[in-house]
C-alpha cells in the first residue's frame, strides 16, 4: 500500500470508528496502521479533532464542554442536565479515590513527595472498625493500604482495583467488596460506598448497617443485600433477603424495599427495579461471589478433612477429590491399610459446590465396591448426600454384600427416613425421624449414624442435629467385609434393587463413636452456605 | 497553587476543550470523554497544590488525564479496546504536544464549512446537531450503514483537506 493509500484507509477507518460502525476486525487494522507510523496517528488525531470540532461547531452534545459544568467545586454539580447536591463528605471521597485510583504516583513530583491521601499506618494496631476477614485476589491501589486477611481496619478509605475482599464490621455486618472499589469505612455499623459491588449480609445483632452513596443511605433492617455504585455515581440496589430502608442524606426515609425489590438512582432519579432485580447486580456477580465464598468454605473443609485424615479411627474417608473424570479407582484418605474404592458406572460430577466433585449415582449398576475387614465394636458412618428421588423401598447408602451376622446395612426408606440394620439373629432396625422430605430432593444433606455396641446404642443425625436415637439390644461384633456405596449385591436376599438415586461427595467410616458436638462441627466445616 | 484561588480556577475552566479533545481523542468516546474529564477535574481541583504557577498547565492537566484515560481503559473489555498501549502512549505524547501549540484548527473549519456544498452541510447537520447514530440515520435515509458511513467519511475527507490548505496559507502567511 502506498503512503496516500494508507493515510486514506486510516482515515476512513478513524471516520468509522468514530461513527461506531468499526468491526471488531478493522479494530486491529487501525491499531497495525498506526502503530509506529507517525503520519497515520497523525492522520487519526486530525480526524478525532474534526469529529469534536463539528460537533462544537453545530452545537451537538459530544464536543461542547462549557467549562461550568464540569468543574468539581461548586457543591452544585450538573450532570446530563440535572442538578445534584453532593454531599461535601462523599466529594471528598471521591476526589480521594480518584487520586488513589490511578494518578497518586504521577502527582509525586520529585520536588513534591506529597504524602499520600491515606497515609499507611500500622495494621497491627487499628482503629477498631472492622477486620479484614477474607481476600480473594486483592490488587490495592498504589499508595492506599495494603490490608491483608486477618488485619484490623480503622476509619480507612481502601482502594481496591481489583479482586474480593470480605470485611466483618464489629457491629456483625459482613461486607463482600468486589473491586475496582473505592469506599470507606466510617464506623463499627457504616461505611460510604464511592464505587465497586458491596454484597452484605447483615444479622439481626447488627441491624441498622448503613452504607452510604451520593443519593442515599441504605440502611439494613435484617439480612441481606446487594448495592452497586459506579464510577459515575450511579447505584443500584437490591434486598436479596429482608428489608432495606433507604434515607436521604438529611436523614428523611423515602422508601423502603422487600426481597426481591430493588432501586436504581442517577444524581436523584429513582427507578425501582422489580422482578426478583435479575438486571441488577447480576447472577453471574452473585454467583462469582458466592463461589468466592465457597472457596472459603471449601479451605475450612479441606482443614477439617485433614484432621480426619490423620485419625487413626478412620478406617474409609472417601472426600472424592484430586481425581480425574476418567479414574475409576477412588482414593481411600483414611487408614494405609485399608484399600481404594472401585467406582463402576457412577459418573464424576459436581459437589456441594464449584470445584468439589461427587459421584452421581442414576442407573440401577451405579455403585462404588470397597472392602472394609475387621471386627467393631463402636462405629460412626458419615455422608454427605444429595438424593434425587427414593425410588426403591430401599436405597442404599452403604450396604455390604448379602446380609450376614454382624453386617451393617446403612440405607433411606422410601419415607425418607435413615434406616440402619445390624444382620443378627433377628435383624435389628433402627430408623430415624423422616429426614428428607420431598422439598429436600436435589439438596446436599449431612447423614451421620453412630453405633455403640458397649453402650447398645445407635444415634441417626441430620444437619449436625440428632433425628433419632435407640437402643438396641442384642448386638454382635460389627462387620463389613465386601460392602458397597449406592447399591447392593443381594446375594439372593428379597428386595434386591436398591440403587441409590443422588450424589455423594463424602463418605466415612470410623471404628469410633464421634460425640454430637463432632458430628455438629462435622456438618459445620463441610456445610455449603 | 492554592485550589480556591481565582488564577486556577480560570486555568482549569480555559482548559476545558483542550483536556477534552486530549481525552476524546483517546477514548473515542463521547460519554466516556466527559466521564473521564469530570474525574480528572476532580483530580486536578484535589491536588491543584502539586502544580506551580508559570508551568505549562495544559500539559499537566493532560498528564493527568491520561492516568485516568488508562484507569478507564482497565475497566473495559477487550473488545471495547481499540489502541493497544504503545500507541495510545504515542497518540497520547503527539496529542499533547498539538493541544500545546494551540494551532487554530476550529477557525479553519469554520471557513471551510461555508465551502461544503448544502446537501453535505445538511447531512453534518443530522448528525452532529441532532447527535443522530449512523445507525438511526440509515434506518431514517433508507441507507445501508456502510453507505452512509463512506459518506461521512469522504465529506470529512474533504473538510480535512481543506483545513491543512487553510493552515497552510496560514503558516506561508
Redesign the interface.
Known sequence: MSEVDRLERVTMLSSALLDGTLHADEHIELNALLKGDPLACERYLDVADLHLGLDAEFGGAAGSVTGESMLPFPSNEVRGGRTRSLPIPWLVLVAACLALGGALILLRTPQDASAPLAPTRDLSNPGGIAVLSRAVDPVWAEGGLHPAEGDALGADVLVLDSGLVQIEFFGGAIVIVQGPACFELTSPTEMIGSEGRFRTFVPELARGFTIVTPDYHAVDLGTEFALAVGSDGKSEVHVIEGEVRLDRPDGQTFETLLAGHGLQADAGRFDKREGGGTDFVNREQILELSQVDSRARFREWQASRDALAADPSTLVLFDFEGQKPWDRQLENRGRDDMPAGAVIGAQWSQGRWPGKSALEFKRISDRVRLAVEGEFETLTLAAWIRVEGLDQWLSSILLTDGFEPGEVHWQLSDQGEMVLGISGASPLNTTSSVVIGPQDLGRWIHLVTTIDRTTATVIHYRDGQEVGKQVVTGMGPLRFGAAELGNWQAKGSAHPLRSLNGRVDEFMILDRVLSPTEVAELHRAGANR | ME??SETF?QL???A??NV??FI??LC?D?AS???I???T???L???A??FTEGTNFVAWAC??AY??V??HR??QSR?Q????E??LD??AE??EM?LESGDH??EA??RC?TKLPEAQREL??R?????A???TMAVAAGKS??AL?QA??RI??T??QC?EKQMGTEAAR
Not at chain 2, 479496546?81 to 493497544?84: Q, T
Not at chain 2, 448528525?127 to 447527535?131: E, L, P
Open positions: 485550589r480556591d480556577v482549569l475552566t480555559g476545558q476543550q477534552h479533545a476524546f481523542s473515542h463521547s470523554a466527559k466521564d474529564l469530570q474525574e477535574n476532580l483530580t481541583w484535589r491536588k497544590e502539586d498528564r493527568v492516568f485516568h488508562l484507569n482497565r475497566r473488545e479496546l481499540v489502541f493497544d504503545e500507541v504515542y497518540l503527539r496529542q498539538r484548527r476550529l473549519l469554520q464549512l453534518l447537520e448528525r452532529y446537531a441532532a447527535g447514530s449512523v445507525q450503514e456502510g458511513s461521512l467519511f470529512r475527507t473538510l480535512q483545513i
